[in-house]
């Protein structure tokens, strides 16, 4: 088993190979044969990785940690070299476990949903390249081998998000995406440049635990974790670095999957775990703590993505609001020490909302790629496979008990209510509100698409001026999705069902799989206690409640469907505020007005005036001053022998006139 581990880097290669493969023959492979090749090797990578678990968990105390270097990867003065290298940990094979895993299940997803594409076989490399790169971020043994594949992830957003560039808004978005990210990017430099710089490292097992940061001070350890939690913020789309995601849904389905539930958006929860020293030494000092701003940051994203999701009438982009929320009740649970309850919340989050989004892209294929759910309704008897599924996750996300959701969801919420003072209470205030508000604005999606009247007729009856049921007919009604589709539902359906038993919270010890498993990778970081038994209960009783109001507030506004007008009557009750919420709050368009405009205007000022004008124009007066002096000395050069000897003469006299004087 042992030779797993030194075989770490088979995982990110095979689908890497995949990519190869596919790009160079996939048009002479042909469809759908490119597809299951890529399946086959993102799929083979995921049963190396359940081997490799098999092998970490067999060994004990420092064989949890093992370091895997291939080769040198550059060296530099003195002691200083970067190994190419991957770490194998407990954190680490979690991650590579359900990107595999998951990224199997939407590979082979891809290739019912891609049929016919022109593009097909490039899609799948973009797809293989994408989960090569994620394994390898999560992998690396160093900041900077997961800067690597960080940015890699980064390229094959671009490429995938605008996939289909023949339309604009695809293009904008995939620029929107990877314009946004390097500003995160660029903190996430940052915070390297700083660590290298105190400690001439960047390799992980340098910094195993706060510990090993004594020595440096507490103002600028707070510098780092805050420089990495921009990068993070980046990647995970936290507030104000958010804008970027729900665009995303441009792209086709599968990769709306694959950011959202398996690759992307999970790194920067990843970043911030692995670094938990820099923010446990923070939060130990005086000052600012990195970890309150982070726990923060994810409360005000989860509470305002979930605002907005509520009024969001397409079915990708619901879920994507989804996620922002959902990603900063991870953050928040980081932000208080939690890091087990954030990362438990991450695995079953790739169950549910992969499944969610794998679940909005069979009905719009069955519904021949319609995606506002006012022209839906009533697909439950259409597609009910789907329908099924679409309800498991449903039931997952909105924290109803026994489903994965309720688990990690409650865990969070119990930690960051004992984690501290009157913050703790208000960040638990925060998260129930949005738990609230994620069981209304997913029970409106399910009964929107699923229950009520079938709207799909009357939308056809409008747009082709037939009457609705022959124009269904003509096109065909809603249909269910073919095996390789609905196959991935079931399997992420039955994982959205028994997830949450991977870490029981308020039992014994012995049942919290999950977080004895991560313990070596978290040395140091603080245990927080739910106190007893009773307030647990009582809190994870509060949190189902919660979840159950927002459930029945759904149910009863929904139940029928729209009215007969079309009118939502979320936007009839919250007046004014509704145009707010369908906007995000006009922090898109708030954004661009203000690049536009004073952002442009200062950048040209500082290109203008600062650099042509001051700096330029100082560099360029002193080359022509020296131009100009030369010029007044050049014309002295006569080529004259007797304006030499003149001079000459001068200057003889002027010597002897001036040590006459002297010896006056």
């Given at each position: 088993m042992q030779r797993f581990l030194d075989l770490v880097w088979v995982i990110p290669a095979l689908p890497a190979l995949g990519a190869v493969i596919v790009l160079l023959f996939g048009k002479r492979i042909g469809?759908?044969?490119?597809?299951?090749?890529a399946t086959a090797t993102i799929g083979t990578s995921f049963v190396w990785s359940v081997f490799t678990f098999f092998a970490l968990q067999s060994q004990h105390g420092e064989g949890r940690h093992h370091v895997y270097n291939l080769w040198k990867w550059f060296a530099g003065t003195g002691d200083f070299h970067v190994n190419f290298g991957f770490l194998v940990d407990p954190l680490s094979v979690t991650m590579i476990l359900f990107v595999t895993g998951i990224g199997t299940l939407i590979h082979l997803y891809s290739v019912g949903y891609m049929h016919g594409d022109p593009r097909y076989s490039r899609f799948f490399a973009y797809l293989n390249l994408f989960a090569a790169s994620m394994l390898v971020l999560v992998l690396g043994s160093s900041f900077l081998m997961t800067f690597m594949g960080w940015e890699g992830v980064g390229l094959c957003s671009y490429l995938l998000i605008s996939f289909w560039f023949e339309k604009n808004s695809a293009a904008v978005a995939g620029k929107k995406a990877f314009v946004t990210n390097r500003v995160g990017d660029f903190g996430f430099m940052l915070g390297m440049f700083l660590i290298f710089s105190k400690f001439g490292t960047l390799d992980y097992v340098r910094f195993g635990s706060h510990e090993a940061l004594t020595g440096v001070s507490h103002t600028t350890v707070t510098a780092m974790a805050l420089l990495l939690f921009v990068g993070a913020m980046g990647k995970s789309a936290q507030v104000p670095l958010h804008i970027w995601l729900p665009d995303a849904m441009e792209g086709p389905t599968p990769v709306s999957a694959l950011i959202h539930a398996a690759t992307m958006v999970t790194a920067g929860v990843f970043l911030v775990s692995r670094a938990h020293a820099f923010f446990d030494f923070s939060a130990i000092g005086n000052g600012i703590h990195a970890g309150t701003v982070v726990a923060w940051v994810g409360a005000i994203t989860a509470l305002g993505a979930a605002t907005v999701a509520i009024r969001q009438n397409d079915i990708k982009r619901v879920l994507a609001y989804s996620t922002l929320s959902q990603l900063g009740y991870m953050f928040l649970a980081?932000?208080?020490?939690a890091y087990t309850a954030g990362l438990f919340h991450m695995v079953t989050h790739a169950f549910f909302k992969a499944l969610l989004f794998l679940g909005s892209g069979s009905v719009i294929h069955g519904m021949h790629h319609e995606q506002d759910m006012r022209k839906m309704g009533g697909l439950r008897k259409f597609m009910p496979i789907t329908g099924a599924t679409f309800i498991i996750g449903w039931l997952a996300i909105a924290g109803v008990p026994p489903f994965a959701g309720f688990w990690s969801k409650d865990e969070i919420l119990a930690k960051a209510f004992f984690s501290g003072g009157a913050q703790g209470k208000a960040l638990w205030a925060v998260g129930m509100l949005a738990a609230l508000l994620t069981a209304f604005y997913m029970t409106r999606q399910v009964w929107m698409v699923f229950f009520g009247n079938e709207r799909f007729r009357d939308s056809l009856a409008d747009d082709h001026g037939h009457d609705g049921h022959d124009d269904a007919n003509a096109q065909g009604d809603p249909h269910e999705s073919p095996i390789t589709m609905t196959l991935p539902l079931l399997v992420l359906g039955a994982l959205s069902i028994v997830g949450g038993f991977l870490s029981l919270p308020f039992t014994k010890p012995n049942l919290e799989f999950l977080a004895r498993w991560l313990e070596p990778s978290l040395e140091g970081a603080k245990d927080i206690h739910p106190g007893a038994f009773t307030s647990g209960f009582l809190l994870s009783v509060g949190a189902v409640v919660v979840g159950?109001?927002?459930?029945?507030?759904?149910?009863?506004?929904?139940?029928?469907?729209?009215?007969?007008?079309?009118?939502d009557p979320v936007e009839t009750k919250?007046?004014?505020?509704?145009?707010?919420?369908?906007?995000?709050?006009?922090?898109?368009?708030?954004?661009?007005k203000f690049v536009s405009g004073p952002a442009t205007k200062f950048a040209t000022f500082l290109a203008e005036g600062i650099d042509r004008k001051t700096i330029d124009g100082a560099v360029n007066g002193v080359g022509r001053t020296v131009k100009e002096a030369g010029d007044g000395l050049r014309r002295m050069q006569t080529g004259l022998v007797r304006n030499y000897a003149l001079g000459i003469v001068a200057g003889v006299a002027m010597l002897i006139a001036y040590m006459w004087t002297r010896a006056i």
């Open positions: 469809e759908p044969k490119a597809g299951y090749i980081c932000g208080v020490g159950i109001i927002g459930i029945a507030i759904g149910f009863t506004v929904y139940k029928r469907g729209l009215p007969d007008d079309g009118v919250l007046g004014p505020l509704a145009n707010v919420l369908e906007n995000a709050y006009f922090f898109d368009i708030g954004l661009a």
